[in-house]
């Protein structure tokens, strides 16, 4: 027994010796230092990393002067489509006939007339009419009527014009105005001698009158001169009623004159007003069946259309892209983070109709924030887009209406270090 014991005492030995005199791996041995580096590296790297703090919200892209689209008035049949796709048009040019009563080419022949004469019309030079000439036309369709009542005034008015009726009957106005002037003149004269003939005829009277009290001559002498004196004065009367009755006819012709003037005024009131409103009936008419360009730029169409097609009222067939546009994007930021929000801050703006993954993203700067905000608590930023819709990925965007996208505001550059730190300390502050 003794012997047995011996020998499990060396077995056991032998066994904790192993134990003992087992070296560790150097990584075992060094483990504890080597996690207190790791965690200094990552300490320090909270100091050196900066990770930016963003104002998310939603956004749109506003153009001035972007492309605006061109839709119909009215229901009806595309009767001729006059410019290609991708083809440049200027300002008001005609780009497609609508189906019509009338000829397009006679409606588009009276707005140009009324657009040369309405300026010297307006400043009272009628007389432009008689060099451009209204022309006749006979297919205006839906215009004819108020073409018609137009052509009653305007021959009206080309009677006022140096060979017209109202223009010979003032130059005889005129005319007698100038015969009755010259007569009043003459009698004005003729009555100036009988007065001075009267004069003599009263000396002649007084001299005899003397000397019939004198006894010097006889009465029936004295009444002889008074007969002669008498007659002097009927003749006076006479050359004053003559005199009177030109006055009234002078007055009569301009009167006349006058009442020439007020008509030949009132028919160019009226051949202006009807001018203006067969203007307003052209231009309502090639509203609803001339579609023009509303800009000048390259044209797109909206679709396959065809001529002799049936479209309805509003419907988009073109739209007009200017050379040259200008572009903001309007964006709405939450209550969150605002006062965070400064000018000429970075923003970014992710398109959902372009994927960023594939097109990018926008880049822009904060220009203008509302000091108010709106119904649905929120806050208007103008975001200014100094390369356009040009994206970081140097791929254009091409302007669409209600172009939505998501944007980031990058108000600002925070150390890791910071922001653990910062938010420990919340944490300590609520326990």
């Known amino acids: 027994m003794p012997q047995a014991s011996t020998i499990q005492q060396e077995l056991i ?57 061109v839709n119909t008035k009215t229901e009806g049949i595309i009767k001729k489509l006059l410019v290609a796709n991708e083809a440049t048009v200027k300002e008001n040019q005609p780009l497609a006939y609508m189906q019509s009563l009338g000829r397009h080419q006679e409606v588009m022949d ?16 009628l007389e432009l009419i008689l060099k451009f000439p209204l022309a006749t036309f006979a297919q205006l369709g839906e215009l004819q009527q108020d073409y018609e009542l137009f052509y009653i005034q305007y021959k009206e008015t080309q009677q006022l014009l140096s060979s017209g009726f109202y223009q010979q009957k003032k130059k005889a106005l005129l005319t007698d105005i100038g015969y009755i002037a010259s007569l009043k003149n003459n009698l004005q004269k003729q009555n100036n001698l009988l007065q001075q003939e009267y004069a003599v005829q009263q000396k002649d009277y007084s001299a005899k009158e003397y000397l019939t009290n004198e006894k010097v001559i006889a009465p029936l002498e ?8 008498l007659l002097k004065e009927q003749g006076l009367e006479q050359m004053n009623n003559q005199i009177i009755n030109s006055n009234i006819a002078l007055h009569n012709k301009q009167k006349e004159l006058l009442e020439l003037q007020k008509f030949v005024s ?7 007003s009807a001018l203006l ?7 309502e008419w090639m509203r609803k069946y001339v579609v023009t360009a509303p800009q000048g730029g390259k044209l797109y169409y909206t679709s396959f259309f065809t001529e002799n097609q049936l479209v309805p009222v509003n419907t988009d067939l073109f739209y007009v892209q200017p050379e040259t546009s200008i572009y903001y994007a309007e964006l709405k930021a939450g209550q969150d983070g605002i006062g965070k929000i400064s000018n000429h801050q970075n923003v970014l703006l992710r398109l959902q109709g372009y994927p960023s993954e594939q097109f990018g993203y926008l880049k822009g700067s904060v220009s ?4 108010m905000p709106s ?12 390369r356009g819709l040009v994206t970081n990925q ?19 550059n925070r150390k890791l270090f910071d922001r653990f730190v910062g938010r420990l300390y919340e944490i300590l502050k609520r326990n």
């Open 222 to 229: 004295l009444n002889q001169e008074k007969g002669k004196m």
């Open 394 to 412: 140097n791929k254009k965007v091409y302007f669409r209406n209600n172009l939505l996208a998501t944007g980031e505001i990058i108000t600002s």
């Open 266 to 272: 009132d028919q160019k009131i009226k051949f202006l």
């Open 375 to 386: 119904r649905n608590d929120s806050f208007i930023v103008k975001v200014a887009l100094p």
């Open 13 to 69: 030995s032998t066994d904790v010796q192993e134990i003992i005199s087992y070296k560790p791996h150097w990584f075992i041995r060094k483990g504890n230092m080597i996690f207190f580096l790791v965690f200094a590296a990552l300490l320090a790297g909270t100091w050196f990393i900066s990770y930016p703090d963003i104002v998310k919200g939603s956004a749109r892209i506003v153009a001035i002067d972007g492309p605006k689209m």
């Open 277 to 283: 409103t067969l203007k307003a009936k052209t231009a």
């Open 368 to 371: 203008y924030i509302s000091n």
């Open 110 to 125: 009276l707005k140009q007339w009324i657009e040369s004469v309405e300026v010297p019309v307006r400043a009272d030079s």
